[in-house]
């Protein structure tokens, strides 16, 4: 037989973990939410251990004190605890997701639900709250947010970098050439036309100048965006930067390809390249190294690579600069194609870096 209310009519029958008592230990002992009560005024009546943990306050430093302390001053300022027991009693819970405050000042994002307790007759005696502390969850979605953002921009940066290598190219240069083309016409009626002769001179000096502003075009352009890479692929890309590197800063570089060059992704070719890219400047503007080595084999499943030189180091441990994103982009290209990437160095013991990408993160992503 049970009373109308669901309790069973016989005390005796109850199990001894009903008890006010267990349940209290119960509450208490939940260490990843802030379980307390309020009173009708927001005045804290009762604390656990997971509010202690979570917002630093002990029970007897904290009970008796209104709950707008877990708020941040600007809450505060717009009565937003008030509002929030207010709903809570006209509607009998509130949902809240926000910053609050730890007894040190430090903030943290919370989850927060607020239940109006009421007596039989349903008059208004405290209330329930639960307290999540949601800060790594928030943090974790920020890091995703700036990763996808991050890949975004990258790809973004090489498209412009591609186009403006082929604005270059095909317009700047196509007309750099006609202009050419023109002054040798110039050059071909010298002495008919009444075309002096000492102009002649002076048309041979401009045709120079053209051929120079072409070159000049053409490295600016490769520079951006290397047509071999398009053209010839990643293999062939990486051997063209080399001989770039080698012949402008002669530094001597040991080159080692290897395995069969797969059918690789656009975007996953132009990361690779990038990363070699990096590692080289990086090698001319920190390393005062005397050689490097580069060693990059792709087989079966996987392709690796190592960059490393015999130069002055550095100390990885240290914190890195603000501005330097250079190590941390080589990390971003590698973990969006699915790979591991490793830097050592110390300092006078030069620099390596490994990487290992799995081919199926390298193989042209199925459209659609
Ligand atoms: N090959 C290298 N030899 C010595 N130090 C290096 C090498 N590559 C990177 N570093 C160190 O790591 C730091 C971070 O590199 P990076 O992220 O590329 O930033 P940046 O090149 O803009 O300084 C550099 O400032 C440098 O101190
Ligand atoms: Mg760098």
């Known amino acids: 037989m049970r009373t109308p209310d669901g309790t069973p009519d016989n ?12 349940f209290r230990l119960l509450v208490e ?5 802030a379980i307390f009560l309020l009173d009708a005024e927001g005045r804290v009546a009762t604390w656990n251990n997971g509010a202690k943990r979570i917002k630093g306050y002990d029970a007897q430093d904290i009970v008796g004190r209104h709950f707008s302390v877990f708020y941040p001053p600007e809450d505060i300022a717009a009565g937003k605890p008030q509002k929030e027991l207010a709903a ?8 809240d997701e926000g910053w609050r405050v730890r007894r040190d000042s430090t903030r943290f994002w919370a989850n927060v639900v607020i239940t109006a307790l009421r007596d039989a007759q349903g008059a208004l005696i405290g209330f329930a ?11 974790l979605a920020e890091l ?26 095909d317009d700047l240069g196509q007309q750099l050439a006609a202009l050419k083309m023109q002054l040798a016409t110039l050059d071909a009626n010298a002495g008919a036309d009444g075309f002096a002769r000492h102009a002649l001179t002076q048309t041979r000096a401009m045709e120079t100048q053209i051929d120079t502003v072409i070159a000049s075009v053409r490295r600016i352009a490769a520079g951006l965006r290397p047509p071999v890479l398009d053209d010839l692929g990643l ?9 770039d590197f080698r012949r402008r800063y002669g530094i001597r570089i040991d080159l080692d390809i ?15 390249f990038r990363l070699v890219q990096e590692a080289l400047t990086n090698v001319v503007r920190h390393a005062q190294a005397s050689e490097v ?7 079966t499943d996987r392709c690796t690579l190592s960059v490393e030189d015999d130069g002055r180091g550095a100390a990885l441990d240290q914190p890195r600069a603000a501005s330097a994103f250079g190590l941390l982009g080589m990390g971003e290209r590698v973990r969006q194609l699915g790979g591991v990437i490793a830097f050592r160095s110390a300092p006078g013991e030069g620099f390596r870096i490994d990487v290992d990408i799995p081919l199926d993160g390298l193989a042209p992503r199925a459209s659609g």
């Not at 293999?235 to 080399?242: K, T």
């Not at 992704?265 to 990361?271: G, V």
């Not at 080595?293 to 087989?299: F, G, L």
């Open 144 to 169: 995703q947010h700036a990763r996808a953002l991050s890949a975004h921009v990258q790809t973004a940066l090489e498209n412009e970098r591609a186009s403006i290598a082929r604005e270059l190219h």
């Open 293 to 299: 080595r580069i060693v990059m084999t792709c087989a």
């Open 235 to 243: 293999f062939a890309a990486i051997d063209w930067l080399v001989n």
């Open 11 to 22: 005390p005796a029958a109850a199990s001894p973990l009903q008890s006010d008592a267990h």
């Open 88 to 95: 809570a009693a006209h509607t009998g819970r509130v949902e």
């Open 29 to 33: 002992s939940v260490e990843d939410y």
């Open 258 to 272: 290897g395995g069969e060059e797969a059918e690789f992704d656009a975007a996953a070719s132009t990361s690779i």
């Open 129 to 139: 709250k639960v307290t999540r502390d949601m800060t790594d969850r928030l943090r």
